[in-house]
Nanobody
Framework: QLQLVESGGGLVQPGGSLRLSCAAS????????IGWFRQVPGNEREGISC????????HTVDAVKGRFTISRDNAKNTVYLQMNNLKPEDTAIYYC????????????????????WGQGTQVTVSS
């Protein structure tokens, strides 16, 4: 059975940084597009960033561009989300997900195309 496990969340002050990890078991992350998303209870899940299969092209939404960076370590079979200059409005549960149906070389931040999700990790930005 596939497994995606997020980690690295926590409580951080405004302006601080966190690095989230998305580790996979039983499949290789570089074979599929991987996305990072976040959700505040009561709101829709929001796409943040994604990384394409194989060549690792990335896309990050304008709302966090310049502050958040997605990357992948193939040797560790892990995708990261580096989050800098965090703001209170970044508080949410953060999820990673895999798009197992994609055969293309791009990726999407639309959560509807992703079919397998991790359990999420809480990020709280507060003083």
């Amino acid at each position: 059975q596939l497994q995606l496990v997020e980690s690295g969340g926590g409580l951080v002050q405004p302006g601080g940084s966190l690095r989230l990890s998305c580790a996979a078991s039983r499949f290789r992350l570089d074979y599929y597009p991987i996305g990072w998303f976040r959700q505040v209870p009561g709101n829709e899940r929001e796409g943040i960033s994604c990384i394409s299969r194989l060549d690792g092209r990335t896309h990050t939404v304008d709302a966090v561009k310049g502050r958040f960076t997605i990357s992948r370590d193939n040797a560790k079979n892990t995708v990261y989300l580096q989050m800098n200059n965090l703001k209170p409005e970044d508080t949410a549960i953060y999820y990673c997900a895999v798009d197992r149906d994609s055969l293309g070389t791009s990726c999407s931040t639309d959560p509807r195309v992703y079919d397998y999700w991790g359990q999420g990790t809480q990020v709280t930005v507060s003083s």
